[in-house]
């Protein structure tokens, strides 16, 4: 998937990535799995990794990547979002606004904190793939850097539910945790999403720590 991924982000910038880990095919077990991951593989019928999930609704088709992540990508919404966030010792605090042109009903909100730069062994998949980028560095990357992964979910991995909210009325919420002293503060992400009833995502957006990110 990290391939996949990349390749998508080269082609537009409007992406937004949650990495999941799950026990691993080579010692079975991964210091990166948390409860979420077995939540949403059980919550989108996911059978094994790795696997893609567009929009929270639509698996991918490794063959038809491009295609399919260019036809939401960037795609107009009437919900905006907006992120900002302080951090003092270790307990971050995420200040979200979100505002839409419509009235929202049924709507949810999920809040992730990803970490970037962890190095863990992967198994290749592609190491007998001569056009890959994997292609013969070993049945195992005992290097390999993860980046995007999920480590704590502030809320329920499909979302807690928003109040009614009016059209071009101002929503604001605002979150705390204490990041724990495993994770790099410096390697942090916020993300956001906003999904409807059937937790198809309307839009998402993406923060690092201290970083003020306008509507969008």
Known sequence: MTSLIKEAKEFT????????????????????AIFET???????????FPTGVINRDEFWDRDNITPQVMEVAGKETSISLSINSQLENRKLTIDLSLISEENLQNKKITIFILENGLVYPQ?????????SEWYGLGPIIEDFVHNDVLRISLTDALGDSLPEINALSLFEKKYSVDIPT??????????????????????????????????E
């Open 38 to 48: 077995f939540y949403l593989k059980e919550s989108y019928g996911v059978l094994g």
């Open 13 to 32: 910038p409007h992406l937004v990535s949650v990495a999941l880990h799950d026990n691993s095919a080579f010692s079975g077990s991964d210091p990166y």
């Open 182 to 215: 495993k994770i790099t503060l410096e390697n942090i992400v916020i993300v956001a999403i906003i999904s409807d009833e059937d937790n198809k995502a309307m839009n998402a957006q993406e923060a690092h720590v201290g970083e003020f990110k306008q509507f």
């Open 123 to 131: 198994v290749n998949y592609l190491n007998e793939d001569p056009e």
